[in-house]
C-alpha cells in the first residue's frame, strides 16, 4: 500500500520570506502523481500544484514550485514571497497513474503541515 | 460553472439517523469520490465511481452506501448514524483519474 509521509506537523515563516514544506512518499509503482493542495481555514481543497512522475522537470505555479526526487520518493514544495493567505494546511497527496494500469480509486493524503505566516 | 457542489453545509445527527449528503458536478467527469477527514488528519477515501452505474469501495467504507445513477451526482448514504461517523466529508470529481477538484465539504456531527 502507498503511504505519504509530511514529518513537519507545523511550519512558521515570515512574510516575504522563503518557506519548503516535506513530503515522502512510498510505492512501487513507475508512473502516478503527485500534488500539493491547499486547505484554508474555509476548509475547501484547492490544488496548487501537481507533478507527473515521468516528467524529469519541476513543476512549477508562479511563487509555488517543487523539488522532486523520484529515487529518494521526495516530493518537496517552495513557497516564495510568502503572503498572508498562504497561512493554511497544506497536504501532500499520491496516485497511481490509471495509464499504467493503476486502479481508478482515490487520492491517498499525509497528515498535512500546518503554515503559519508571520507579518 | 458551479464546479462541484455539496449540499449541506452542516448538519447534526443523533445515533441511528439516517441521511444522504448530496454531491453534483457540472463539469462532465467520470470519476467521482467520496472523502472523509477526522481531526488533524488527512483526507480518507471512502467510495468512488468511474461512471454511472459503477462504483467500489474505498479505504474506509463501512456504514456508508453510494450510489451513481447520472454522470452528474454522486449521493452518499449513512444508514445508521454512529458517533464515529463524525467528520467533514468532502466529494471530488476528476476527468480522468489524475486531478482531483473539490467540493466545500459538508460537517457532520453525530451526537
Known amino acids: 500500500a502507498q503511504t505519504v509521509t509530511q514529518s513537519q506537523p507545523e511550519m512558521s515563516v515570515q512574510e516575504a520570506e522563503t518557506v519548503t514544506l516535506s513530503c515522502t512518499y512510498d510505492t512501487s509503482e513507475s508512473d502516478y502523481y503527485l500534488f500539493w493542495y491547499k486547505q484554508p481555514p474555509s476548509r475547501q481543497m484547492i490544488l496548487v500544484i501537481r507533478q507527473e512522475a515521468y516528467k524529469q522537470q519541476n513543476a512549477t505555479e508562479n511563487r509555488f514550485s517543487v523539488n522532486f526526487q523520484k529515487a529518494a520518493k521526495s516530493f518537496s514544495l517552495k513557497i516564495s514571497d510568502s503572503q498572508l493567505g498562504d497561512a493554511a494546511m497544506y497536504f501532500c497527496?499520491?496516485?497511481?497513474?490509471?495509464?499504467?494500469?493503476?486502479?481508478?480509486?482515490?487520492?491517498?493524503f499525509g497528515k498535512g503541515t500546518h503554515l503559519i505566516i508571520q507579518p | 460553472n458551479a464546479g462541484v457542489t455539496q449540499t449541506p453545509k452542516f448538519r447534526i445527527l443523533k445515533i441511528g439517523q439516517s441521511m444522504t449528503l448530496q454531491c453534483a458536478q457540472d463539469m462532465n467527469h467520470n470519476y467521482m469520490y467520496w472523502y472523509r477527514q477526522d481531526p488533524g488528519m488527512g483526507l480518507k477515501l471512502i467510495y468512488y465511481?468511474?461512471?454511472?452505474?459503477?462504483?467500489d469501495k474505498g479505504e474506509v467504507p463501512n456504514g456508508y452506501n453510494v450510489s451513481r445513477s447520472t454522470t452528474e451526482d454522486f449521493p452518499l448514504r449513512l444508514e445508521l448514524a454512529a458517533p464515529s461517523q463524525t467528520s467533514v466529508y468532502f466529494c471530488?470529481?476528476?476527468?480522468?483519474?489524475?486531478?482531483?477538484?473539490f467540493g466545500p465539504g459538508t460537517r457532520l456531527t453525530v451526537l
Open positions: 497527496a499520491y496516485r497511481v497513474s490509471v495509464y499504467s494500469g493503476g486502479g481508478a480509486d482515490g487520492l491517498t
Open positions: 471530488a470529481s476528476s476527468y480522468a483519474g489524475d486531478t482531483q477538484y
Open positions: 465511481s468511474v461512471g454511472a452505474g459503477i462504483t
